[in-house]
């Protein structure tokens, strides 16, 4: 199933990209998906560890995407591909969405990177 909707996805976000005036990108754009980023590679650290630990039982991952236990190289696929998809619906988006996007989404982040590091998990890289 993913395979079949990640050519669409990619399609939807170069024909949007096509519409975009990309002189209406920012520096403060910039900065909130900097912000968005570093908080996603945190999260990616911490479902690294969650995925070297999961065998033992002391944790499982929650995503449902990824699966209760991944592995490493599902986890990198998964958050690279985010990451990446993420930039693109930003620059995507018209500048009056795109904001209410990055905030959106880096709130949801900062949730769940504070959360696993309440639960005792550490970045894996």
């Not at 976000?13 to 998906?33: H, I, P, R, V, Y």
């Not at 592995?71 to 696929?77: F, L, M």
């Not at 930039?87 to 988006?93: E, F, K, N, P």
Request: a positive charge.
């Amino acid at each position: 199933m993913r395979k079949r909707v990640f050519p669409w996805v990619l399609t939807v976000l170069l024909f949007m990209g096509a519409f975009n005036d990309a002189s209406a990108w920012t520096k403060q754009d910039t900065l909130w998906e900097m912000a968005y980023l570093s908080v996603h590679i945190t999260d990616w650290g911490q479902t690294l560890d969650i995925a070297a630990q999961c065998q033992s039982g002391a944790y499982y991952e929650t995503n449902p995407i990824l699966g209760r236990c991944p592995s490493a190289q599902k986890v990198n696929t998964y958050f690279l591909t985010t990451a990446l998809l993420h930039a693109g619906v930003a620059h995507a988006l018209p500048p009056k969405y795109r904001r209410l996007f990055q905030a959106g989404t880096l709130s949801m982040q900062v949730g769940y990177v504070a959360n696993n590091a309440n639960i005792g998990l550490k970045l894996r890289f």
